[in-house]
T-cell receptor
Framework: SAVISQKPSRDICQRGTSLTIQCQVD?????MFWYRQQPGQSLTLIAT?????????ESGFVIDKFPISRPNLTFSTLTVSNMSPEDSSIYLC???????????FGPGTRLTVT | AQKITQTQPGMFVQEKEAVTLDCTYD???????LFWYKQPSSGEMIFLIY??????QNATEGRYSLNFQKARKSANLVISASQLGDSAMYFC????????????FGQGTELSVKP
């Protein structure tokens, strides 16, 4: 299975600032995904990041708030912009592994906004 | 409409015993996949097992097996010979195969293994 890393693993940020989260995969993958997990909640998909095209956002998530880059088949970034305490969550990237439908997740970025 | 339902917010099991975590799903698609993930307190999501809608055999991975009952739309996770390290949140998820790679998650079940 793909090995996925994320940076930073955790951060504490002040409201109004922005944080960029990096996701690196050890193999080329077509589809990468960004999820949010608010405290005590389940995971919700923010967007699908495909190389060479604009990210596709889910209902309730907009590009101005969560801009995503996907410069190549092994890397993606998610920026959380103009943060508020409600953005305090774990942010996870995931990839679909090759021809199988199995999805693997990175270790997550635990964000606290004060 | 909620597509994945996990009705057990919390479960307890004695070490070395088996435990079943319930999951029901709702979809009108014929092609879909069902997943189980484990999330320890560290926050990482660990892939456990996958079942495709056309798979005739129940999926197994070591101590994990998926009891797939298509007509009842259930995909329960069975963990055999529970270990203390199995204590974690467990999430059931579904992927409708023609809706991109989006996973829809249930609310999770917190499993506690007692020594």
């Amino acid at each position: 299975s793909a090995v996925i890393s994320q940076k930073p693993s955790r951060d504490i940020c002040q409201r109004g600032t922005s944080l960029t989260i990096q996701c690196q995969v050890d193999s080329q993958v077509t589809m990468m995904f960004w999820y949010r997990q608010q405290p005590g909640q389940s995971l919700t998909l923010i967007a699908t990041a495909n190389q060479g095209s604009e990210a596709t956002y889910e209902s309730g998530f907009v590009i101005d708030k969560f801009p995503i880059s996907r410069p190549n088949l092994t890397f993606s970034t998610l920026t959380v912009s103009n943060m508020s305490p409600e953005d305090s969550s774990i942010y996870l990237c995931s990839v679909e592994d090759g021809g199988a439908y199995e999805q693997y997740f990175g270790p997550g970025t635990r964000l606290t906004v004060t | 409409a909620q597509k994945i339902t996990q009705t057990q917010p919390g479960m307890f099991v004695q070490e070395k015993e088996a435990v079943t975590l319930d999951c029901t799903y709702d979809t009108s698609d014929q092609s879909y996949g069902l997943f189980w993930y484990k999330q320890p307190s560290s926050g990482e999501m660990i892939f456990l097992i996958y079942q495709g809608s056309y798979d005739e055999q129940n999926a197994t991975e070591g101590r994990y097996s998926l009891n797939f009952q298509k007509a009842r739309k259930s995909a329960n996770l069975v963990i055999s010979a529970s270990q203390l390290g199995d204590s974690a949140m467990y999430f059931c998820a579904m992927r409708e195969l023609y809706q991109g790679g989006k996973l829809i998650f249930g609310q999770g079940t917190e499993l506690s293994v007692k020594p």
